[in-house]
């Protein structure tokens, strides 16, 4: 038996943009929550990881990738900068209901849920929450207990501390454990140093850091439905690959694929990437 999960939904009118793209937002119990829409197909959802730069930062590479073939939506979480709301503490059952009031109000029936990092526990809280929702699953560099794992619940901490204290070291620290070792060298010191400012710490990024510290979706994965593909990646010193590994474990009937790179792994190895999430997506197995 499922639980729902359920808000209270208003809606404001679409806008759409020259390039196709519509933009909205959808009120979930007090929050304007912002998302975008564009491509056609099948609607894939992407849900986007810590960070006050949203959906923007996090797909604005590839999600070109994926609208030949799909019906792309990409929701502004409560803590990044195009949703606002009260500045209250966040849970992953309140961020999922922003989740669920998204989909709901693109109107385009179930979909394909794909979500990153702080994104991953989200999906797959909208997943266990709304089974009529999500025809397919995929999380990617996920977790499912913070205190679990002693490296992550450290290194939380100490993001939590630094982007207080010393906010040009939270946004070294952040660009050296979200990419590979090998990334950064191949891409050189001039382009790492373009990275750095990426994801600065934002009272909404801290927002999103303090949730971090609080992750523990065990009991809402036995509850999932939804055909699921779980990917980690092997070089991820931010969600160590043992986290996903961990998921797909206890998630029934999901399938595994890894990739090698490190916690961005759509931005290190793009193509590899999108021909997962492609083939997955059209009901292949990965």
């Not at 309140?94 to 991953?120: H, K, N, Y």
């Not at 990426?198 to 994965?221: A, E, F, K, S």
């Not at 590994?245 to 694929?257: F, G, K, V």
């Amino acid at each position: 038996m499922s639980t729902t999960l359920t808000a209270p939904v208003d809606t404001t009118p679409a806008r759409t943009t020259a390039n196709s793209t519509v933009s909205s937002t959808v009120r979930v119990a007090g929050a304007e929550v912002f998302y975008e829409r564009t491509g056609s197909g099948p609607a894939l959802v992407l849900v986007h990881g810590t960070g006050s730069g949203g959906a923007a930062v996090n797909w604005g590479q590839t999600l070109p990738r994926f609208t030949a073939d799909h019906t792309v939506i990409t929701p502004d979480l409560s803590g990044t900068d195009r949703t606002a709301d009260d500045g209250g503490r966040l849970t992953v059952e309140g961020l999922a209901a922003q989740v669920i009031a998204v989909i709901e109000d693109a109107g385009t029936g179930p979909v394909d849920l794909l979500g990153f990092s702080m994104g991953a526990p989200v999906s797959a809280a909208v997943a266990a929450l709304r089974p009529d929702l999500v025809r397919r699953l995929i999380l990617v560099a996920g977790w499912a207990h913070t205190d679990g794992d002693e490296y992550l619940r450290n290194l939380f901490a100490l993001w939590q501390q630094i982007g207080v204290s010393d906010p040009a070291a939270f946004g070294r620290s952040v660009t050296m454990t979200g990419f590979s070792r090998g990334f950064l060298n191949a891409i050189g010191r001039e382009q790492v140093e373009l990275l750095i400012p990426n994801m600065p710490p934002t009272p909404g990024t801290l927002r999103h850091v303090d949730l971090d510290t609080r992750i523990d979706i065990r009991g809402l994965l036995p509850l999932i439905e939804a055909e699921t593909l779980v990917i980690g990646a092997t070089l991820d010193i931010t969600v160590p690959v043992e986290n996903s590994r961990a998921l797909h474990a206890a998630i029934a009937h999901s399938t595994y694929a890894e990739i090698e790179a490190g916690h961005v792994a759509f931005f290190e190895k793009e193509d590899e990437f999108v021909a997962l999430v492609s083939g997955f997506t059209r009901g292949g197995r990965a």
